[in-house]
C-alpha cells in the first residue's frame, strides 16, 4: 500500500491499543566525548542469529540518538525489575542522567548500568529512517546476564513486573 493509500490513525487510540501489548524496558548507552549518555527505550528486539544483531528504535526528536550514532557503539542495559527509578531518569531530559547511577566500561566503551538483568554491547551496523522513528540495527560484540531476576516491564502505561 502506497503511503497516500495509508487510512489515518488517532494518534491517542494507536497509542492506547499498542499499549496492551507489554514491553520490556532497555537504556542504551553510550559514550559521547568521554561523557556517559543514554536514553531509555521501549523498542528492543533482537533481529538475527547470523549476524548477531539487535534492533532498537529511537525517535527522531531525540537529542541523546545523533550522540550514540556519532560514537558507533552503543550497549543495551536490559532492566531489572526493581530499576523503574532508573528508567524514569533515562525517559527525562536530565542533563546528566549518570550523576546517581553507577555504571562500568563495556568492552566497546559504552556504560554497562548496575543491577541489570543483562546487556548486550553493539556498534551501529545500519539506521533506516521509518516514519517519526530510526530503526538502529547493531552489531553484537559481546553479551552477558548478570543476574536471574525478573524484568521491569510497560504496560498501558504504567510500570509492571513479570511474575510466574
Same mark, same amino acid.
Given at each position: ?5 495509508? +487510512? ?6 494507536? #497509542?492506547? *491499543?499498542?499499549?496492551?501489548? $507489554? ?27 547470523? +549476524? ?5 528504535? $529511537? ?12 560514537? %558507533? ?14 528508567? #524514569? ?10 550523576? =546517581? ?7 566497546? %566503551? ?9 546487556? *548486550? ?18 552489531? *553484537?560484540?559481546?553479551?552477558?546476564? #548478570?543476574? =536471574? %531476576?525478573? $524484568?521491569?516491564?510497560?504496560?498501558? %502505561? ?7
Amino acid at each position: 500500500m502506497s503511503p497516500e493509500h495509508v +487510512p489515518s490513525f488517532d494518534s491517542a487510540k494507536f #497509542r492506547q *491499543v499498542l499499549g496492551h501489548f $507489554p514491553t520490556g524496558v532497555t537504556v542504551i548507552s553510550s559514550m559521547y566525548e568521554d561523557t556517559p549518555v543514554g536514553l531509555a527505550v521501549g523498542s528492543f528486539a533482537s533481529l538475527s542469529l547470523e +549476524p548477531p544483531q539487535v534492533l532498537f528504535c $529511537p525517535g527522531k526528536q531525540s537529542s541523546t540518538w545523533p550522540k550514540i550514532q556519532q560514537s %558507533g557503539a552503543f550497549c543495551v542495559n536490559i532492566l531489572a525489575e526493581d530499576q523503574e527509578d532508573v528508567c #524514569r531518569v533515562f525517559a527525562s531530559s536530565a542533563a546528566d542522567k549518570f550523576a =546517581e547511577v553507577g555504571w562500568r566500561k563495556s568492552g566497546n %566503551g559504552s556504560p554497562i548500568i548496575d543491577g541489570v538483568l543483562a546487556y *548486550v554491547d553493539c556498534t551501529v551496523a545500519d539506521v533506516v529512517e521509518a516514519g517519526d522513528h530510526y530503526v538502529v540495527i547493531g552489531a *553484537v560484540h559481546d553479551l552477558e546476564v #548478570r543476574h =536471574e %531476576g525478573g $524484568p521491569l516491564l510497560f504496560f498501558r %502505561g504504567g510500570y509492571g513486573r513479570y511474575t510466574i
